[in-house]
């Protein structure tokens, strides 16, 4: 299934190639930027009844394009981007249907277990989404914090799928190293997420056609949905329609209706 995004940069939505995400100035590449506000994205998405796509901060500067999407489409979209437990709530009763977080609960490289419980305490495991968004070292993944930039020791793997599935509703996972680029998905990664989520996610990075939606439904075995970024036709791309991405979903439902 097809889930929409609004990625927002220094309050523009944008699509980004996500490993130059960085501190360093001149190193972000930048695929499009859109002249329209993230809540005409945001009231596109409700017209057509796509529920579960993610707003993303991505740096400072956001939150006002934030509030007015999630305003567009109350209980539609989810948030991410700088999230922690003494503003999760806020975010919720702006209109967000889940909180979506990563750095805040890693410290120097580790799960903080304190942290994650502090925040399921506030908000509740069923409005949570905790973004495991990775990069590949060798053989395996590793999650990344910080705008990716920085890799934890968190292995991507049936058994931290497993044990951070107590704590959340949702993953959220981008392939970093694909991000962006519109070269086709990470299907190793895709198979590897069908196999072990015991809960639903969302994989994002590197969709080019609607065959990516089509192998992404399939190797995810109804666990993992797709977001489509730099491809889809209303962020400049020319890979997919987001028409088409609509229809697949209709067609999708429909066949899975009994």
């Not at 220094?10 to 190193?27: C, F, H, M, N, P």
């Not at 249907?97 to 942290?115: C, L, P």
Request: proline residues 2%.
């Amino acid at each position: 299934m097809f889930r929409p995004c609004i990625d927002l940069h220094e309050g523009r939505v944008k699509q980004i190639v996500g490993s130059t995400l960085s501190d360093e100035a001149g190193g972000l590449r930048t695929n499009f930027v859109s002249e329209r506000p993230a809540a005409w994205y945001a009231e596109l998405y409700r017209r057509d009844g796509l529920r579960g796509g993610h707003v993303i901060m991505l740096g400072t500067g956001n939150e006002d394009s934030a509030r007015a999407a999630l305003a567009a489409y109350p209980g539609g979209l989810q948030i991410g981007g700088g999230i922690n437990a003494d503003n999760a709530s806020a975010w919720l009763e702006a209109g967000a249907s889940h909180v979506i977080v990563t750095s805040w609960v890693f410290r120097e490289g580790q799960v903080d277990w304190a942290r994650l419980k502090q925040l399921v305490a506030t908000v509740g495991k069923e409005r949570l989404v905790l973004d495991l968004s990775c990069r590949r070292r060798g053989d395996i993944y590793l999650v990344v914090t910080d705008r990716w930039q920085n890799f934890t020791a968190l292995e991507i793997s049936a058994e931290t799928l497993q044990s951070l599935s107590g704590y959340c509703a949702e993953f959220l996972i981008h392939a970093v190293d694909v991000e962006g680029l519109c070269r086709g998905i990470d299907r190793e990664l895709v198979e590897k997420l069908g196999r072990w989520s015991p809960i639903p996610m969302t994989y994002a990075g590197g969709a080019n056609s609607l065959t990516d939606l089509e192998e992404v439904t399939r190797a995810g075995q109804g666990k993992v949905d797709l977001t489509i970024g730099s491809a889809l036709d209303i962020f400049g791309g020319r890979g997919i329609r987001y028409a088409d991405a609509v229809a697949f979903n209709r067609q999708w439902t429909g066949v899975r209706q009994p």
